[in-house]
């Protein structure tokens, strides 16, 4: 189930396993835009703070692939949500992608 609306990406990924690292998440103001979502590559959680910190990912604008992996711009806003029907479990730490402590 997907998590209510009005969240930041960290309280996003808080409930995922490894951080939500392989996990497709969108911004609400996205919403008329299909296939636009972030794939989530790593996340680093600020020490004592799981609220706070960094992300990275590859960005999809309308299901194209928008670049390399890059900062996830934006991670503060009350605007994420996990993707419908991707699950959002995070999939694994494969391909390099990790989860750290800031």
Known sequence: ???????SLFQVV?????YGVGARLTR???HGE???????KRVALKEGDPNH?????????????KGGEQKIRGPLKKQWTIVEGTGGNGG?????SSATLL
């Open 53 to 65: 910190g960094k992300a990275w990912g590859v960005f999809h604008w309308k299901g194209v692939p």
């Open 92 to 96: 694994g730490a494969e391909g390099g």
């Open 14 to 18: 808080n409930g995922l396993r490894h």
């Open 28 to 30: 609400s103001i996205w």
């Open 34 to 40: 299909p296939g636009t979502y972030w794939d989530v």
């Open 1 to 7: 189930m997907p998590p209510p609306p009005g969240q």
